[in-house]
C-alpha cells in the first residue's frame, strides 16, 4: 500500500490538514476520512454530478479530483454551502417546488445551481440547463429543479439584500 | 386547510437539500468491517474448485465466505431458485452459475481497500457451460438447461427439462370467427429492451449484530418485511431475530424489490460478530441487480368500419433471464395489459416467461404494463389509421367503461376512467395545436435543417396493488397524546420511502383524519419492530394501501379517545377486496383490486437529416382520485413521464453473450436536463376511487405507460413510418427514412 500525504486544505471556511493515499479521490476523503457524506458517489466517473463541490470556486466533481490536488486550495461542499441556522435561498426553492424525491442528486444539483448563481445571477432557462447538463436525476423529470432555479434568480434579484450568491467559495 | 389535498413540503425535504439525510452508504458503526462481494463474471458455469486461501492471507482480511458458510443457500423473492452464494459446499445447483452477476464469494476486511485487494485473490476454477441468451432459443428441445433441479414453485408443477418458466393464456370469445367478420386486420410484432433503473443511490448497507442479540440490517428496499423473511430463510433464524431498517433511500423504482446486499450482509455480520459494511460501485450495481425485461409480442388485431374491435390475438414472450425474480408477476400484468383498457370480445392471449443466462429481469416502474402498452396501443393508432378513424374517437368506441368485461370475465371494478381521461386529453390536445418549429438544438445549421412534426396520443390503465389472487394487506397504527386537547399524534407504518414521499403522504392522511396539523404528527417509519408489513412500495398501492391502513387506524384511535384512553392508541390491519388468480386453461380471473388510468399526448419534432427525435410537448392526464399531495403527484407524472421517453428514444441495457456491455451512465444514457422532452404538461383529475383512501388511487406508474406508444404514433403522424422495437434511436430513425425514400 502506498504511503499516505499530509493535505493541508481550506475546507468550508476552515483550515483542514488530513493523511492520504494519493489514489484516493476527493470524494473518497470527503466522504470516508472527513465524515461529510452530503457529496454522493452516484457513478464514480464524472458521470452524474451527485459530488459536486467547489474548487477555488470552480463546479467539478469531486470523483475526479485527487485529493492530493486540492493541497492548499479552497474547497466548498453542500455542507459548507448550508447556513448554519437556515437553509439558502436556494435550498429554500428546492423545497417549495418539491424539487427533488430521493434526494440523492440534491446536494450536487443544489452545489451547482449555486455556483451558476454567483456567476450569472439572472440565467435564462437555457442556460440553466445547459449548466445543469452535467447532474443527472432519475426521479423529477428536472422541471421542477429548473423552476426552482429560477424562481430563486427572480427573488434574488427582486431582493437584493438576500443575495446568498456571495456565500459561494467564500 | 385539509392536510390532504394540500402540497406541504416533504417531510424529509430540509435533509434532503442540506445533504444531511442519511442514506445506507452514508452510515458507519465504530469498530466495523468492509465486506466486498466477489461476482461469477460468467455467465454460465460449473464451479469446481474456489480457492480462497490467498484472499485470507491478504492484509487485514478478516474472513471469506463461500457457499458452505450459508446455512440454507438459495433465496427468491416468489420462489427460492438462485443460491445466495454460487460454489461448492452447499447443494448440487450451488455450483452452477447462471448469470455473471451471481455471487462467489465475500470477502470481509479492515477496509475497503484491504476488502478490494483480497476479492481480486479468489481464485475460481470452472467449467465453461453452453450459454443461452434468447428466449426462443432457451424454449427449443436442446437448448441449455438453466434449473433442471426442484424448488418449491407457487404455479402448480414446473416442467424442469424445460427453460419455460411460466405460461399464461387468456380466452374469451372466438377470434378466428371473430377475424373473418372483421373489415380491417393489422399485424405487427413489437419488440422492447432491456432497461436499467439507474437509481442515483447505488446498492449499499449495514449490518450489525445488536446487543440484544438479533441481526440488524440497514439497507436501502422496498419492502422490509420481506426482506427480514428473505435473510431470515437463508441464514436460517426465525424472523424474529432480523430487524430490517431503512434510513433515506435513493431511488427504487421496482430496482430494490429484490435482494442485493441484504443477505450477504447479515451472514458476513452473524459470522464475523463484526458491523460489516459494503457499497456497490455503480459498476457492481449496473451488473449486479435486475433489468425491465425485454418482451417480444405478436399482435393480430381486428376492427369493424365502425372502428369496433372485435378480436385481439397475442403471442407474448418475455426473458427472464437467469432466475425468477418477479418475472412471475410481471407477465401476470402483461397477459392482461396488452389488451389496453379496452373491452374487446373475442381474445386470445399466449404468454410465457423464460429463463435465458442474460441479467435476471424483474421488477421496473409499470411491471409489464409499459410493454403490453406498447403493443396494445400501437394496435389500436394502426386500426385507426387503417380505418381513417381519428385516434381519440376509435378509444372512445372500445374503452372500458363502468359496467365493462375484461377478457378474464370479470367486471372491471367501479371507478373505471379510461375515457374521462382519454377525453380530457383530447381537450388539451386541441386547446393547444403543435407549435411552429422554431430551432432545433441538434441541427448545426438553422436556415438548413429539414423537420417534421408529429402528435400521437395513446391510453393506458395499470393495477394498484398486488394482484391475482396475493394476499393483499397493510398494517399501521395511530396513537393521540394529549389530556383534555389532542396535542400531537404518532403514526406507525413501515412502507418505504424510496424518494416517491410515501412518509410525507402517511402523515397528511393522519393529520387530515385526527384534524391535527400536518407537524403534530410524528412518523415512526424506520424498522419492521415498528408493526407489522406494510407491503411493498411497488405496484402503485402505497398511497392507496397505507392511507386506507392509516385511516382504519386512525378512525379507530379516535373512537379510543372518545372513550378516554390515553394515549389514545389503535392499530388497524387494511385488506383490500380480495383477487384471484388466472384459470390455467381460460384465464378467467378477477385479477386486481382497482386501476389507475391515464392518457397522453406526445407532439415530436424529427430532424430529417439525423434521424434525432425531440418530444416538445407530452401532456399526460392523470386520474389519481385524489391528489393526497398535488405537488408530489406532479412530481411522479414528470419523473415517469421523463424515465419513459428515455426508455421509448434512449435506454438499452445491451448484454453480449450474457455480460454486461453498458456498464456505466456513459454508456447506459439515462435523459439529462437538456435533453429530450421539451415541456412536459401534468393533467391530474380527480375522480374518486371507490376503493381508495378519501377517493385516491395509486398513480406513480401510470404516466410511465403511455409514453411509448404516444410518441411512437406521433413519429407515424410525422413521417409516415411505424416504429415497433425500442429504443427508437436517431439511428433506426435515420434508417427509417432512408427506407422511405424512394
Known sequence: ?170 | MRAVGSSIPRVDAVDKVTGLAPYPGDIDLPGQAWMKIVFAGVPHARITRLDVSRAQAAPGVIAVFTAADVPVNEYGLIMPDQPVLCGPGSTPQAQIVRWEGDHVALVVAETQAQAEAAAKLVAMEYEELPVVTDPFQALEPDAPLLHPEEFPFPYGQRDRRSNLLLAYRLRRGDVEAAFAQADVIVEAEYRTQAAEHAYLQPEAGLAYVREDGRIEVIVAGQWMHEDRAQIAHALGLPEEQIVVRYPAIGGAFGGREDMSVQIVLALAAWKTGRPVKTVWSREESIIGHHKRHPFVIKAKWGATREGKIVAAQMDVTSDAGAYAYTSTKVLGNATLMCLGPYEIPNVHVDARTVYTNNCPSGAFRGFGAPQGHFAAEGQVNKLAAALGMDPVEIRRRNALREGSILATGSVVPAGCTALDVLEEAARRAAESPPEPPVTLRTSLDASRRRVAQGRGLALSFKNVGFSLGFPEHCHAWVEIHGEAEMERAVVGCVGADVGQGAHTVFAQFAADALGLPVEKVELRVEDTDVTGSSGSSSASRMTFMAGNAILGAAQRALQAWEDEERPARAEFVFHPRPTTPYDPQTGASDPNITYGYCAQVADVEVDLETGHVLVKRLISVNDVGKAVNPQQVEGQIEGAVAQSVGWTLLENFVQENGRAVTQRLSTYLIPGVADVVEEIVPVILELPDPQGPLGARGMAEMPFIPTAPAIAAALHDAIGVWFDELPITPERVWQALRERQP
Open chain 1, 1 to 170: 500500500m502506498s504511503s499516505k500525504v499530509m493535505v493541508s486544505t481550506h475546507l468550508n471556511g476552515q483550515e483542514v490538514t488530513f493523511l492520504c493515499e494519493p489514489r484516493q479521490t476527493l470524494l473518497e476523503v470527503l466522504r470516508e476520512e472527513l465524515g461529510l457524506t452530503g457529496s454522493k458517489e452516484g457513478c464514480g466517473n464524472g458521470n452524474c454530478g451527485a459530488c459536486n463541490v467547489l474548487l477555488d470556486g470552480v463546479l467539478v466533481n469531486s470523483c475526479l479530483v485527487l485529493a492530493v490536488e486540492t493541497d492548499g486550495r479552497t474547497v466548498t461542499t453542500i455542507e459548507g454551502l448550508t447556513p448554519p441556522d437556515r437553509l439558502l435561498p436556494l435550498q429554500q426553492k428546492f423545497l417549495e417546488h418539491a424539487a427533488l424525491q430521493c434526494g440523492v442528486c440534491t446536494p450536487g444539483f443544489i452545489v451547482s445551481a449555486q455556483a451558476l448563481l454567483e456567476q450569472n445571477p439572472q440565467p435564462t432557462e437555457g442556460e440553466v440547463r445547459r449548466w445543469l447538463a452535467g447532474n443527472l436525476c432519475r426521479c423529477t423529470g428536472y422541471d421542477k429543479i429548473v423552476r426552482a432555479v429560477l424562481d430563486t434568480a427572480q427573488s434574488l434579484a427582486g431582493d437584493p439584500a438576500q443575495d446568498s450568491a456571495k456565500e459561494v467559495g467564500r
